[in-house]
């Protein structure tokens, strides 16, 4: 995207800018007087204009490329010589600016501390300061340049690295497609596939091809927009040299990109035992020196607190810490993003947020399938460094962590992080253990491990706003029902005087918040209310927010939703190393405890609820389990 570039003297614009100095010394609009007021107001208008930029950004993250307006961004007079520009460059900044309305922004007065000095040199051949001028341009879109992304300035390559795997084919490559669909992704990108198989690129898009289909909402030009994704994927056979293969794939992105600035995505879809040895050749042969490189990691983080060390310090002994994103596919769900969202951006529910109000909290995570149990948990990893290490730890940070200084990745990890140090010591009896009963013919494979598939317990945070608050967790595989869901059980009413309306069981009249993912996406308030008719009975009724009725849309896939964070920087969503360590500091004791004692899992049945000693557990730290668990 074109930019804007100032000149106070006919002499050619400087190699490099640097914005922070210039947003001091001119900002905010500094008074100044005579000739140099002239050059003032030029300033202070190009700065509202690089942050309408700015804004633009923000809101491609949520709108995609294909974005109408139709207002215009006036002022009192003519468009300035110096704003006199291409066609395409005055189109794209009425864009910026406008988008910049929509998104809540202001333009006046606003100066962002960093400008792509790309963007500044680029333009600066274009344009000169004209003291003469004194008034802020005029700005008008032209809707065509709508209907498709401009041209990035940096080419974008990513690569899967394990793109014959059953996570890229069924994960990653639909994800990226969606996201490309979408417009979310620049024209001039490439997409890459890397692995040891002997495979051409028309190998590679048949393949892809094969578990590709458009959502609902993306069937307009369905056919189109997949053969152009198609055209943009090529393969790389790394044969058994992982350094050799990563040199190959260097080559072939340098070719797609050319010789301008270009950023990188790599994706490694691999085993746990490859990461490092994929992770370092290619960040010794493959990552680009003239834009950013960015690395995806999957869980599971380490097998133990120093394996997972050992892995932290090898990884950043090549790579910055910001370019290292841990992706845990369950935070990409809707109702992790709407656990901040309800409690920041809703006065109803901020001031409840404490152990003042909040008797309980219940984290569940529940599939019904048990396809992956021979792969996934038999595979000695087991559910508690599954699931439990990154999601159910990420999910109690998220809920139960002070509110940030902004919404900034880092502002955010490093509240995570202090919630996850501040967790007690999990004792073994407070833990349930489950394994599902194998059904097949092997009737001993489950008697000779001792690798759970259930697993729940009470956790406690030590702090002044949870201090004696239980958060309940529970998690397991073949259960009866997918389920994902929060539970905030408030505590009584003191002196309630309608005490005696609710019977006997007086838990009937506690308030009750659930965030739902599974079976369907909702947000459930439970509360008191008089039956209708003569007489005074109460009842508990649910004040329900569906999205099936609420949003006429198809929800993206959870990949689609990180990769795309990925893409923007975004990196709330992913664990920062000193998350990883103490998401161990949790669990190592108690993994430690577990296997020195040999401690056998309770036996349940496939599509039941779990094993019976959970129920046990949830009545000695007084919560109280949903009728439908």
């Known amino acids: 995207m074109a930019g804007l570039a100032v000149s106070a003297s006919p002499a050619p614009a400087p190699a490099s800018f640097r914005p922070a100095a210039a947003a001091s010394r001119f900002g905010p609009c500094a008074q100044v007087a005579g000739p140099a007021a002239n050059f003032r107001t030029r300033v202070c208008g190009l700065r509202c204009l690089i942050a309408a930029k700015l804004k633009f950004r923000k809101a491609l993250k949520r709108h995609g490329w294909q974005l109408r307006r139709n207002l215009e961004v006036r002022a009192n007079d003519k468009v300035p010589d110096w704003l006199e520009a291409t066609p395409l460059t005055e189109n794209i900044m009425s864009r910026d600016v406008q988008l910049a309305y929509d998104s809540g922004g202001e333009t006046s007065n606003t100066c962002p501390d960093t400008l792509d000095s790309s963007v500044i040199e680029q333009s600066s051949m274009h344009h000169k300061l004209n003291p003469s001028e004194t008034h802020p341009p005029v700005l008008k879109e032209d809707p065509v340049l709508f209907d498709d992304p401009p041209e990035s300035a940096a080419p974008l390559c990513i690569a899967v690295i394990g793109a014959t795997g059953e996570l890229a084919k069924n994960k990653v490559f639909p994800a990226l497609f969606a996201l490309y669909y979408s417009g979310f992704l620049p024209q001039n990108v490439g997409i890459f596939g890397y692995s040891r198989k002997t495979l051409t690129d028309e190998d590679l898009r048949s393949m892809i091809e094969a578990n590709l289909t458009c959502r609902v909402d993306h069937h307009e030009n369905c056919d189109e927009k997949l053969n152009e994704f198609l055209k943009r994927t090529y393969y790389i056979d790394a044969g058994y040299d992982n350094k050799d293969g990563m040199v190959k794939l260097n080559s072939k992105m340098s070719q797609i990109e050319g010789n301008c600035a270009a950023n990188r995505i790599f994706y490694l879809a691999v085993p746990q035992e490859a990461l490092l040895d994929v992770a370092l050749s290619l960040a010794d042969s493959a990552q680009t020196m003239q834009g950013w490189n960015r690395i995806i990691i999957e869980k599971p983080f380490g097998f133990t607190g120093l394996s997972s060390h050992r892995v932290t310090q090898s990884l950043l002994s090549r790579f910055e810490e910001e370019q290292i994103y841990r992706i845990d596919h369950l935070l990409g769900k809707d109702l992790i993003e709407n656990l901040t969202v309800l409690r920041f951006s809703n006065l109803v529910f901020e001031p409840l947020w404490s152990r003042t109000y909040i008797r309980n909290v219940q984290v569940i995570f529940s599939e019904e399938t048990a ?194 964070d990925v893409l923007d920087g975004d990196s709330h969503l992913f664990m920062r190393s000193d998350e990883v360590a103490a998401a161990w500091n949790v669990l190592t004791p108690l993994i430690h405890e577990i296997d020195q004692n040999r401690i056998a899992p309770e036996l349940y049945e496939a599509g039941g609820r779990g094993p019976v000693n959970a129920y046990y557990l949830a009545a000695k730290h007084g919560v109280r389990l949903d009728d439908e668990w």
């Not at 508990?540 to 849309?553: G, K, P």
């Open 371 to 564: 396809a992956e149990i021979q792969g996934r948990y038999f595979g000695n990893y087991g559910i508690i460094r599954d699931i439990v290490h990154s999601h159910i730890l990420q999910t109690i940070a998220l809920f139960a962590m002070e509110p940030p200084v902004s919404l900034d990745g880092e502002d955010i990890r490093d509240e995570k992080v202090k919630v996850l140090r501040s967790i007690r010591q999990v004792n073994l009896e407070d833990v349930v253990l489950g394994q599902l009963k194998d059904t097949s013919v092997k009737v001993d494979r489950y008697t000779k491990s001792l690798t759970p598939t259930y697993f729940a317990a009470a956790m406690y945070i030590d702090n002044s706003r949870w201090d004696g608050v239980p958060f309940l967790i529970k998690t397991g595989i073949g259960l009866m029902e997918n389920r994902a869901e929060i539970r905030i059980q408030f505590r009584h009413v003191p002196g309630n005087i309608y005490r005696e309306r609710f019977g006997h069981d007086i838990d009937l009249d506690t308030n009750e918040l659930i965030l739902r993912d599974q079976p369907e996406e909702a947000i459930l308030l439970k509360v008191n209310n008089k039956v209708p008719g003569l007489g005074l009975q109460l009842d508990a009724s649910e004040l329900n927010l569906l999205y099936r009725d609420r949003y006429n849309v198809e929800l993206p896939d959870s990949y689609e939703h990180l990769l795309l």
